[in-house]
């Protein structure tokens, strides 16, 4: 049977949950079978508490959803507390993958440092590329150094980590420096940029103007940045973009990934991650 790896971790299949979409895992416990999963990804965690952006937040497309939540979070010392007390991280059966965002390469490196300390996390993914969080929909990797001198930081800890780039940004570019810099994966990639107006009043719908668009609606884009990314670096590619169903997974494998990431469709089928889980999982024995 194929391994699947990143780094010194070993998954049990190839298929992740999307940060963001899966709560902080515990929302999810009797919903889905955590046992069948390769691995959950946890909300993104800030160095301070983020109360997120004011309402609307989210609007349905078709085949699409576009979300402006602004990284809503308790904060990393929150977290940590409930990790020490009472986070029962490790009842779940999976890989527990802690998505981080810090505002400078310390930050990251800090948050890092006290999240591996708990020995309850398994992976880290660097989120690079939340749009919400300036206005405007500036990230980390709008410039190349950034992602260069956050991913070196973090390399230095020799712990399992991914690098969660946006699709908005050079994305080459940026999964090259990554991979110079010590990266042990790539999720490619994060929200692409939207917008939606209110037709009575003709203005912007979210009050950032700009959200970011995720669903099966982007799968066609996310395939090509994968395809593209692929031709490039030889790391491990986390693919997160429309994956909706066992035969998405599969053209996310042809285009060069080694992992995928349910977002979106946790929301409008919770189990949908497990179905994936189990459909892969068949494919890749047959195969
Ligand atoms: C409501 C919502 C919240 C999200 N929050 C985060 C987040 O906190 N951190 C992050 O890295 N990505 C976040 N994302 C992006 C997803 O993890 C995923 O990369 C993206 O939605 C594309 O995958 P999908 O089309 O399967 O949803 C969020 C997406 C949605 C829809």
Redesign the pocket.
């Known amino acids: 049977m194929k391994k699947f790896s990143i780094h010194t971790l070993e998954f049990r299949n190839p298929v992740l949950t999307?940060?963001?979409?899966f709560g902080m895992g515990g929302e999810f416990a009797g919903l889905a079978d955590y046992s069948k999963l390769g691995g959950i990804?946890l909300?993104?965690v800030t160095p301070t508490p983020r109360a997120g952006n004011l309402p609307p937040?989210?609007l349905e497309t078709p085949c699409?959803?576009l979300?402006s939540?602004g990284?809503e979070?308790p904060g990393m010392d929150e977290l940590l507390r409930e990790i020490n007390s009472s986070h029962p991280f490790r009842a779940y059966d999976t890989n527990i993958v802690l998505?981080i965002?810090g505002e400078s390469a310390d930050d990251f490196t800090r948050m890092a440092e006290a999240f591996i300390a708990t020995g309850d996390i398994d992976m880290l993914?660097l989120?690079l590329?939340?749009p919400n969080i300036h206005a405007g929909g500036a990230t980390f990797d709008s410039d190349c150094a950034n992602v260069r001198a956050i991913v070196s930081a973090v390399a230095r800890l020799d712990f399992p980590f991914t690098v969660?780039l946006s699709p908005n940004q050079d994305i080459v570019g940026n999964s090259i420096a990554a991979e110079d810099a010590g990266a042990h994966a790539l999720?490619i990639?994060?929200?692409f940029l939207g917008m939606a107006f209110d037709r009575k009043t003709g203005a912007p719908y979210f009050r950032n103007k700009v959200a970011?668009f995720?669903?099966?609606a982007?799968?066609p884009m996310?395939l090509y940045n994968i395809y593209r990314v692929a031709q490039k670096v030889k790391i491990p590619l986390i693919a997160?973009?429309?994956?909706?169903s066992t035969g998405d997974a599969i053209d996310f494998l042809h285009a060069g990934a080694s992992f995928v990431?349910?977002?979106?469709?946790n929301?409008v089928e919770p189990g949908i991650a497990e179905i994936i889980a189990d459909g892969l999982t068949e494919y890749l024995r047959e195969k």
């Open positions: 999307a940060s963001g979409t990804t909300k993104t937040r989210i699409g959803l979300n939540i990284l979070n998505s965002a993914e989120n590329s939340c969660k999720t990639s994060n929200t970011g995720s669903g099966p982007v799968k996310a997160s973009g429309g994956i909706a990431s349910i977002g979106t469709m929301f």
